[in-house]
C-alpha cells in the first residue's frame, strides 16, 4: 500500500538522517581528541625543553664553579709553597687533572640528562603521533567504507 511506503520512506529519511548525526559527533569527538592529543604534545614538548635548559643552566654554573675552585686553589698553592721548578709543574699539572676531570663529569652528566631528554621527547611523540594518526586513520577508514557502500551517509 502507499502508507506504508511512505511510513518505510519516512523510516528510511530517519535512519539516514540519525546515522548522519552519528558520523558527525563521531568526527567531532574524533577532532577534539586530536587537539587534546597535540596540545598534549606541545606542553610537554615545552616541559621538556626548559627542563633540558635549566639541566644546562645548572652544567654550566658547575662548570664555572669548578674553574673558580681550580683557580683559588693554585693561587693559594702558588701564594704558599716553595715548590719550583719541575715540582710546581707537577703541583699545576695535578690541579688542572683534577679541574679537567671534574669538569668532564659534569658534561658527561649533562649529556647523559640530555639524551635522556631527548629520549623522553622522543618516547613522547611516539605516544602522542599514534593517537593523532589513529583517530585520522578511522575517520578515513570510515569515509572509505562510505564510498565504496556508493557514496551513502551511513557509518
Do not use: C, W
Not at 546515522?19 to 577532532?31: K, L, M, P
Not at 702558588?78 to 688542572?96: I, P, Q, R, V, W
Not at 603521533?129 to 564510498?147: Q, S, V
Amino acid at each position: 500500500s502507499v502508507a506504508s511506503g511512505v511510513s518505510a520512506s519516512q523510516q528510511a529519511k530517519a535512519q539516514a538522517q540519525y546515522q548522519e548525526e552519528q558520523a558527525a559527533e563521531y568526527a567531532r569527538v574524533n577532532e577534539l581528541n586530536n587537539k587534546a592529543a597535540a596540545q598534549e604534545y606541545v606542553e610537554q614538548s615545552a616541559a621538556e625543553r626548559m627542563a633540558q635548559m635549566q639541566e644546562q643552566d645548572k652544567a654550566s654554573r658547575d662548570a664555572q664553579e669548578v674553574q673558580k675552585e681550580a683557580l683559588q686553589k693554585k693561587g693559594e698553592m702558588l701564594a704558599s709553597t716553595n715548590a719550583s721548578g719541575l715540582a710546581l709543574d707537577f703541583l699545576m699539572a695535578d690541579y688542572e687533572r683534577q679541574e679537567a676531570t671534574r669538569k668532564d663529569m659534569i658534561r658527561e652528566n649533562y649529556e647523559m640528562s640530555s639524551a635522556k631528554s631527548d629520549l623522553n621527547g622522543q618516547r613522547a611523540a611516539e605516544l602522542h603521533l599514534p593517537r593523532l594518526l589513529l583517530f585520522d586513520g578511522h575517520e578515513r577508514a570510515r569515509n572509505g567504507a562510505r564510498h565504496r557502500r556508493g557514496g551513502g551517509h551511513g557509518l
